[in-house]
């Protein structure tokens, strides 16, 4: 007679976490949801594995995810084996036609392969795409501007326009997109390589995403670094915009995404931490969160 209170009692925790996610399943449902992936959770066999079964499970809940990559880490390491320098200014790798023919084939042939391999373990639902195709990300050539000098990297480019037609008929189709950061030149017949959070961000404001995510390395965005580990759980777009000149150079790109984002119709914008498995769930659907999330100014004393 107890064995079927004690079953009921056992599974009473799993029932209180979906009930706790069920107002923002109500809230995001049909809704887009552009995410960067990057940091140690492309990298980490068991963060990865977490990853798509996020994206999955965002997808079979009612939203509408797209994936958005870069390959840092992957790429310096193809640089090394054909003997090409990594060299970076500016915070952006210095991109040669030679070193620009290995970054296409690292970002569209590895790891946006071995991302839709992941999520398509779940069904068939990940399709690959890079900027170039159907003119999903058109650049010109970006010159940074060091010690007052514009400087020459390469083929990285400058984002000028955002064609959402071929993701949008992949979502319409129940497909989820994965995106790979490289753009078609504007201007000539090459391509360019473009920083893939500001990418995610264009493709956010540009699809009219409820939320932006950005996969990271830390926590969130601190308080006061290196003097604090406080993480700021909220911030407007002005604030954030106030605290730009001193951070560090890596959440520079990030933090400059989230604020185009939210400056440019995106509701939310988070940065996560990417090395704790099922991020995206816990700070989509808890009460808690667990990183940064921006808001635009209007919305700063509001419920996003």
């Known amino acids: 007679m107890n064995q079927p209170t004690a ?11 979906l009930i706790e996610a069920l107002p923002w399943l109500t809230r995001h449902h049909g809704k887009t949801v552009v995410i960067k992936f990057g940091g140690n959770a492309m990298v980490d066999e068991e963060l990865k594995a977490a990853f798509a079964q996020d994206v999955v499970f965002l997808h079979h809940a009612g939203l509408k995810p797209v994936v958005v ?42 790891v946006q392969r071995e991302l839709v391999g992941l999520l398509n373990q779940h069904g068939p639902l990940a399709v690959g795409l890079t900027g170039e195709d159907a003119h999903t990300i058109t650049a010109t050539k970006h010159q940074p501007r060091i010690e007052g000098e ?100 890596g959440m520079v790109p990030k933090m400059e995404g989230c604020l185009y984002a939210v400056r440019n119709g995106v509701h939310t914008a988070r940065v996560i931490d990417g090395r704790v498995q099922h991020s995206i769930l816990l700070e989509i659907f808890t009460d808690e969160g667990i990183g940064t999330m921006v808001v635009p100014d209007a919305e700063g004393d509001g419920t996003a």
């Not at 640089?79 to 296409?104: C, N, P, Q, W």
């Open 150 to 249: 514009l400087v020459d990297i390469g083929r990285v480019g400058e984002i000028t326009e955002i064609d959402t037609g071929a993701i949008e008929a992949l979502l319409a189709d129940g497909r989820i997109p994965v995106v790979s950061s490289i753009a078609r030149s504007q201007d000539d017949h090459h391509v360019y390589n473009v920083n893939a959070d500001t990418a995610a961000a264009a493709l956010a404001a540009a699809l009219d995403a409820e939320t932006l995510m950005v996969l990271t390395d830390v926590e969130g965005l601190y308080e006061d670094w290196p003097h604090s580990d406080e993480v700021i759980s909220r911030l407007t777009a002005t604030e954030l915009e106030k605290l730009l000149p001193d951070l560090a150079s």
């Open 69 to 110: 990559h870069g390959g840092g880490p992957q790429i310096s390491k193809a640089l090394d084996r054909h003997g090409i320098v990594s060299e970076f200014k500016a915070g952006l790798r210095v991109t040669t036609e030679d070193a620009m023919d290995v970054v296409r084939m690292v970002l569209a042939g590895q």
């Open 7 to 17: 079953r009921k009692h056992t599974a009473l925790p799993k029932a209180r976490t």
